[in-house]
């Protein structure tokens, strides 16, 4: 467990450099089920057993999908998932925003990004 929390803490303090780096503005993505690095969200929480964005139960069962925390797009991110309960856009701005005022300075501008699908 110890090596797993040393990780992460070295993973935050890379996304808060480049953070920093990028003028203090912070990327989440909202991921779905099909969208692109799905899977990848899913699997990497799911594994972890991590507790929901919003409401905190953990682990965050059932995953409606994951929020990825990031600099921009591109940079390393920190993958957290949101459960059915908390999947209204307000509930998912509002742990964006809990997620921010743990981890970043107060300066820091929050952007979300939803993936929407384009119909054939």
């Given at each position: ?48 057993g ?8 953990k ?33 998912i ?15 820091c ?12």
């Amino acid at each position: 467990m110890g090596i797993e929390l040393t990780k992460w803490l070295v993973g935050v303090a890379q996304i808060k450099a480049e953070v920093a780096a990028a003028g203090n503005v912070v990327t989440a993505i909202v991921l779905r089920p099909g969208d692109p690095h799905w899977a990848w969200g899913f699997v990497t929480t799911a594994w972890r057993g991590a507790a929901c964005l919003y409401c905190g139960t953990k682990p965050c069962d059932p995953i409606a999908g994951v929020v990825v925390i990031q600099a921009d797009e591109g940079s390393m991110g920190i993958p957290i998932p949101y459960c059915d309960a908390c999947a209204a856009f307000k509930t998912i701005k509002a742990g964006c925003r809990q997620v921010l005022a743990d981890l970043f300075p107060k300066d820091c501008v929050l952007r979300i990004q939803v993936i929407v699908k384009k119909e054939k």
